[in-house]
C-alpha cells in the first residue's frame, strides 16, 4: 500500500485502492472538494497574480519583493515578535491549563471563564486599550492622578510590546488546546508515575510534559501561526515606531495603489505562507514521533494536592488576570464614559451618552451584531460538521493527499486576513463557471471565514482523535456499525469536548473578526470589527470604545448562557467548565 | 457460527513479515487458543481475522465465505463480518451506560427497543452483571468491565468470538474466576472461541487446541495434552509446560512408535515422533523431559546433583544437574539438600528432531 502510494504521487487518495470498498476513501472525496474550494483555491488565485506581469509568467514580483531590504527586516520582525509573543503565550496559557487541570485550586470555573474573555476582544481593540492605559492620554491614569507627563515615549511602542500583547491575547488559544488534551490524561498513568516515586518537578517534567506534548505542540504551533498573521497589533503599535512587520508591510503597499500592488502583495503572502508552512511542518514532525496514545479509560481528572501553596498559587493567577484582563477593559470602558476623547474621567462628567448612540441613533449597530452573530455561529457550525469526517480520515487513513491538506489548510489562517480577502474578492468576484458574484454579500464573508478558521476548528478534533484507543472504534466496527454511524455514535462524542472547544474558539474568533471584513464588507453587511474600527478611524474613539464594551457584555452574556446550560450537554464540551 | 479456514495468510509492515504463511482450520464451536511469545504476531492475526488488517497474500474464508483474498479483489469490511472482539484494553465506550455498551450491535441492527432490552438483560444476566446495567463503565472494576465487553458481544451472537489477551490486565484471583467465566460461555453458546495469550497455562486449561506462533509462524497446532507430551519441535517443548530437552545419540527405533536412547550411562526407553522414525537423521535428536516422567529413586543407575529445591505445597521441585550444563526439573516427595546426589528413574520422554522448523 504505501508503495502503490508512493508511485501516485501526490494524489493517491483520489484514486481509490483498486479493492477500495472502504467507505473513508468515498467519504474522502467528498471532503477534500469543498475544503479545496474553500481555503487553497483563492490562495491559488493570489498566487497566480504573483507568477504573473502582464499576462506573461515571469518572476519579475519575485525580484522586487525579495531583493529588497525592507521584505528581509520585517520578514525578521514578524518572526521575532510572533516568536517571543508566542512564548509569552505558552507560558501564561500552559501555566493556566496545567494548573487549572490538575490542581486542586478553587473557583476554576471563574478563572477559566475570565481567562476567555482577552481573546474575545479585538486585537486593536486590546491594543487601544492598552496604548490608552500606559499613555500620557490614559482616561484611567489620568482619573486616578497616575498618569505619566505629556510627550514622554510610550513603552508598548516596540517590538517587545508587541509581542506582549500577542503573547496575551494568544494565551487562550495555548490553554484550549491544552485544556482539551489534559482532560483526556488518564490519572492511573499519573498515579501510576507517582507510585515510581516520581513526585514534585520530576513528575512534572516526566510525566505530565510527555504525555501532554501533542496538545503543547499544537497548541505553541496554533498559536505561533495566530500571532504571525495579527494585523491590529503591529499596526496599532508598530507602525507610530516605525516598526514593521509583514502584515503591516503588506498593508501599506495595499495603501499605495499601483499596477503592481497586486503582484507584490501575492510575493509577499507567499513569504508569510512559507513561513507558516515551516512552522506546522515542523509542529507535525515533532507530533508525528510521539504516538502518546492515551490507552484505557478516560477517568476522573486528576487533583494534585497544592497544600499550603494553593493560596499562593491562587493570588498568582488571579493577579495576572487583573492584569490582562480588569485593567485593560477598565480602560476601555472608562474611555466609553468619558465626554470627549482625551478628556479627564470624573464622577460629574461620566456620561453613558455614547452608549445611547451607538445602540438607539446609530442602526448600524444592532446591524453588525446580527451579521457577526449569523457570520460566527454559522461558521463555527459548519466547520465543526466538516472537520469531524476530516480530522477522521486525515488521523486514521492518513495519505500523501492528507497531509498536503494537513499543510494547505493553515494558509488562510496564517496569512494577513487582508491577504485572504484580496484572493477572495479575486476568485468569488466572478466565480466561473456559474458567473455568479458573491462580492457585496454577506456569503463572501463568510465563504472567507470557512478557509480562515477552519483550521482553528480542525486542530482540536484531529488531537483527540489522535489520542483515542483506536480499539473504542473497532469494538464499533465489530458490532456492525459503519462509518457514518462509527463517527455519530462513538467519534461524535468522545470527540464532542474537543469538537466544542473548537467551534468556541471559531465563533470567539469570528466574533470580533476584523482584517477579513474590512475589504469584504458592503453597506448593510457590516460586521462588528468593521464598525468600531471605522468609528475608531473617524476618530470616534468613545463610541469605538462603547461598541467594544458591548460586544464583551455580549460575549460574556453568551458565554453565560452556555454555562447556565452546561449541565444538560456532555462533560467537557464547556470549556470553562470543570 | 461457522468455522474459519486461513490459507497461507502473509501480513508485512514494511518489510517485516508480522504474520509469515499461515494456515489454520478451526471447526465451528471449537476454542482454539494462539500462543506465543510476545511480538510474535498473535494479535495481528487476530486483526486479520477480524478485518481491521488487510493481508498482503492468502485467503480467509468463514463459514465457506470469503472474507479476505488478495489476490481476488475481495475484503469484507469489520463490520460486515460479524465476528465479535474482545480487546485486552476492553474498549468499553466511556460515554455510554453498561446496559448501551451491550446494547449497542443490536442498536445498529435496528432491533425493536422491547428486543433489546429483553436481550441486554439475558446478556448481563449470563456474565452476573444485572445490577450494574446503568452504571457508566468507570464505575466497574478490570473484571467486571471485561464481563462487560463479553456480554457485548455476546448479545450479537457471533459467528466467532475473538479475544485478545483478555486477561492480562487482571489479578490472579480473578483470572482463574475469569476463566472459568469464558468457559461457561463458551459451553452456553457454542461459540466459536479464538483466544490470543501468551500465557501457557491460561491456553492449557481453556482451549480444545492450542496454535503455537512463533516469529510469524504456527509452529504447531494441537490439543492441550499433544502439545505438552508430543511437541513438534525446540520452541514448542521449551515455550509449553516445564521440562527440559537433552541433546541424545544413540537412538535406536523400536516398534509401536518406541525407541530406546543412552542418557548417561543408562538406557531408557521413550516414545519417538514418527517423522524422526521414519528414517531420518538422528543425528539431531532431542528427548523432552516432564518433570512427572522422572522419579527420584535413591538407588537409580542415572545420577545427578541438587542445584535448586522448591516447595510447591504437597510436593517439592528439584533441578537436578546432569552432567555439565544439563538440568532437569523433577519432582519429589521429600525435600533435598542442594549439593546432594540423588538418583532418577526416567519412565518416559518424548524424542523428536530438535532442528524442525528452524529452517523456516
Ligand atoms: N501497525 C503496525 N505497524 C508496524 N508494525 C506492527 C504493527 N502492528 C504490529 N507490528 C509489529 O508486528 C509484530 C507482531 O505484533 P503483534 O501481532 O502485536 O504481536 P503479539 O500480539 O503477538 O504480541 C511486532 O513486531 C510489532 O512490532
Ligand atoms: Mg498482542
Given amino acids: ?40 483555491l483563492p490562495i491559488l ?37 510572533a516568536g517571543l509573543g508566542t512564548i509569552i503565550s505558552l507560558l501564561i496559557g500552559g501555566a493556566f491549563a496545567f494548573l487549572v487541570a490538575l490542581t486542586d485550586i478553587r473557583a476554576k470555573a471563574a478563572l477559566v471563564f475570565c481567562f476567555m474573555i482577552p481573546m474575545m476582544i479585538p486585537p486593536q481593540i486590546t491594543a487601544l486599550s492598552w496604548v490608552q492605559l500606559t499613555g500620557p492620554s490614559s482616561a484611567l491614569l489620568n482619573a486616578i492622578g497616575m498618569a505619566p507627563p505629556l510627550g514622554s515615549p510610550q513603552p508598548l511602542y516596540s517590538a517587545e510590546g508587541i509581542a506582549l500583547l500577542l503573547g496575551i491575547q494568544h494565551a487562550s488559544i495555548v490553554f484550549l488546546t491544552l485544556r482539551a488534551n489534559l482532560r483526556m490524561l488518564p490519572r492511573e498513568q499519573i498515579e501510576a508515575a507517582r507510585l515510581a516515586g516520581a513526585r514534585g518537578g520530576r513528575l512534572w517534567w516526566q510525566i505530565i510534559l510527555p504525555l501532554t506534548s ?46 503592481s500592488v497586486l503582484g507584490e502583495v501575492s510575493v509577499l503572502a507567499m513569504l508569510i505562507g512559507a513561513i507558516a508552512i515551516c512552522g506546522v511542518a515542523l509542529h507535525h514532525r515533532l507530533l508525528s514521533k510521539r504516538d502518546y496514545r492515551l490507552m484505557g479509560m478516560v477517568g476522573r481528572p486528576l487533583d494534585v494536592k497544592l497544600g499550603a501553596r494553593r493560596s499562593l498559587v491562587e493570588m498568582a493567577l488571579w493577579t495576572v488576570l487583573v492584569a490582562i484582563l480588569v485593567i485593560p477593559l477598565l480602560a476601555l470602558f472608562t474611555t466609553a464614559l468619558v465626554p470627549a476623547f482625551g478628556v479627564k474621567l470624573t ?73 485572504l480577502a484580496i484572493a477572495c474578492i479575486l476568485l468569488f468576484i466572478r466565480i466561473p463557471l456559474i458567473d455568479v458574484s458573491l462580492y457585496g454579500t454577506l456569503a463572501i464573508i463568510f465563504v472567507a471565514y470557512l478557509a480562515r478558521f477552519l483550521v482553528i476548528a480542525l486542530r482540536p478534533v484531529m488531537n483527540s482523535f489522535t489520542q483515542l484507543d483506536p480499539a473504542l472504534e473497532e469494538a464499533a466496527q465489530a458490532c456492525g456499525a459503519g462509518l457514518s454511524r462509527r463517527l455519530r455514535d462513538i467519534l461524535l462524542p468522545l470527540a464532542a469536548p474537543s469538537a466544542a472547544a473548537g467551534a468556541l474558539l471559531v465563533f470567539l474568533t469570528a466574533f470580533n473578526e476584523l482584517t477579513v471584513s474590512a475589504l469584504l464588507w458592503s453597506a448593510g453587511n457590516e460586521t462588528l470589527g468593521v464598525l468600531i474600527f471605522n468609528l475608531d478611524d473617524s476618530g470616534d474613539t468613545v463610541l469605538a470604545s462603547a461598541v467594544a464594551v458591548l460586544v464583551v457584555l455580549v460575549v460574556i452574556a453568551l458565554m453565560s448562557c452556555f454555562q447556565l446550560a452546561a449541565r444538560r450537554l456532555p462533560k467537557g464540551v464547556v470549556p470553562w467548565q470543570t | 457460527m461457522a468455522d474459519i479456514n486461513l490459507s497461507r495468510i502473509t501480513k508485512c509492515f514494511g518489510d517485516y513479515r508480522a504474520v509469515n504463511q499461515v494456515s489454520l482450520d478451526i471447526a465451528d464451536g471449537e476454542f482454539v487458543a494462539l500462543l506465543g511469545p510476545s511480538g510474535c504476531g498473535k494479535t495481528t492475526l487476530l486483526r486479520l481475522l477480524a478485518g481491521f488488517e488487510e493481508p498482503d497474500h492468502g485467503q480467509i474464508s468463514l463459514g465457506g465465505q470469503i472474507m479476505a483474498s488478495p489476490e481476488n479483489n475481495v475484503m469484507i469490511s469489520p463490520e460486515d463480518r460479524n465476528l465479535g472482539i474482545v480487546f485486552q484494553s476492553y474498549a468499553l465506550w466511556p460515554h455510554m451506560t453498561v446496559a448501551r455498551n451491550v446494547g449497542y450491535p443490536l442498536e445498529v441492527r435496528g432491533l425493536g427497543r422491547a428486543d433489546q432490552d429483553r436481550k441486554i438483560a439475558e446478556a448481563l444476566d449470563i456474565v452476573a452483571l444485572g445490577p450494574y446495567a446503568n452504571r457508566s463503565p468507570s464505575e466497574l472494576s478490570g473484571g467486571q468491565r471485561q464481563r462487560v465487553a463479553l456480554a457485548r458481544c455476546l448479545v450479537m451472537e457471533p459467528r466467532a468470538v475473538l479475544l485478545d489477551e483478555p486477561l492480562a490486565n487482571l489479578d490472579v484471583h ?146 537436578v544437574r546432569i552432567g555439565a550444563d544439563q538440568t532437569l526439573p523433577v519432582y519429589a516427595n521429600r525435600r533435598a539438600r542442594i549439593g546432594e546426589q540423588v538418583g532418577l528413574q526416567v519412565n518416559d520422554g518424548w524424542v523428536f528432531d530438535r532442528m524442525s522448523g528452524e529452517a523456516a
Fill in chain 1, 1 to 40: 500500500m504505501q508503495a502503490t502510494g508512493r508511485l501516485r504521487g501526490v494524489l493517491p487518495g483520489i484514486i481509490a485502492k483498486p479493492n477500495g470498498n472502504r467507505s473513508s476513501d468515498r467519504l474522502l472525496i467528498w471532503l477534500v472538494v469543498p475544503v479545496f474550494i474553500i481555503s487553497i
Fill in chain 1, 45 to 81: 488565485r493570489l498566487g497566480f497574480e504573483g507568477v504573473m506581469v502582464g499576462g506573461v509568467p515571469s518572476f519579475d514580483y519575485f525580484h522586487d519583493v525579495l531583493g529588497n531590504s525592507s521584505t528581509w527586516r520585517a520578514t525578521a520582525n514578524s518572526l521575532y515578535t
Fill in chain 1, 214 to 259: 501533542p496538545g503543547l505542540i499544537a497548541g505553541t504551533a496554533m498559536a505561533f501561526v495566530t500571532a504571525l498573521g495579527n494585523f491590529g497589533i503591529p499596526a496599532m503599535l508598530g507602525i507610530p515606531a516605525g516598526y514593521q512587520t509583514l502584515p503591516t508591510l503588506i498593508y501599506q503597499k495595499l495603501a499605495g495603489f499601483g499596477p
Fill in chain 1, 347 to 419: 464622577f460629574a462628567n461620566a456620561t453613558f451618552e455614547a452608549f445611547h448612540e451607538v445602540m438607539f441613533v446609530q442602526p448600524s449597530t444592532i446591524r453588525a451584531f446580527q451579521n457577526s452573530f449569523v457570520l460566527s455561529v454559522g461558521a463555527a457550525v459548519t466547520l465543526v460538521l466538516m472537520c469531524l469526517p476530516l480530522a477522521y480520515v486525515m488521523v486514521r487513513r492518513p495519505s500523501n493527499l492528507t497531509k498536503l491538506i494537513n499543510l494547505l489548510v493553515e494558509v488562510p489562517y496564517a496569512l494577513p486576513g487582508v491577504v
Fill in chain 2, 174 to 319: 480473578l483470572r482463574e474466576t475469569m476463566q472459568q467465566a469464558f468457559l461457561d460461555f463458551h459451553r452456553r453458546t457454542g461459540a466459536t472461541m479464538i483466544y490470543v495469550t501468551h500465557d501457557q497455562s491460561e491456553a492449557m486449561a481453556m482451549a480444545d487446541r492450542i496454535a503455537v506462533m512463533d516469529k510469524g509462524h504456527i509452529r504447531q497446532m494441537a490439543a492441550p495434552e499433544t502439545l505438552y507430551r508430543e511437541p513438534a519441535d525446540l520452541m514448542v517443548a521449551g515455550f509449553v509446560g516445564a521440562g527440559a530437552v537433552l541433546p541424545v545419540q544413540g537412538v535406536t527405533v523400536g516398534s509401536n512408535g518406541n525407541c530406546s536412547v543412552q542418557l548417561g550411562q543408562s538406557s531408557i526407553t521413550a516414545r519417538i515422533c514418527p517423522k524422526l522414525a521414519d528414517g531420518l537423521t538422528t543425528a539431531n535428536a532431542g528427548l523432552c523431559l516432564r518433570p512427572e516422567d522422572v522419579w527420584v529413586i535413591d538407588d537409580a543407575p542415572l545420577r545427578g546433583q541438587v542445584d535448586d529445591c522448591v516447595y510447591l505445597g504437597g510436593r517439592f521441585r528439584l533441578s
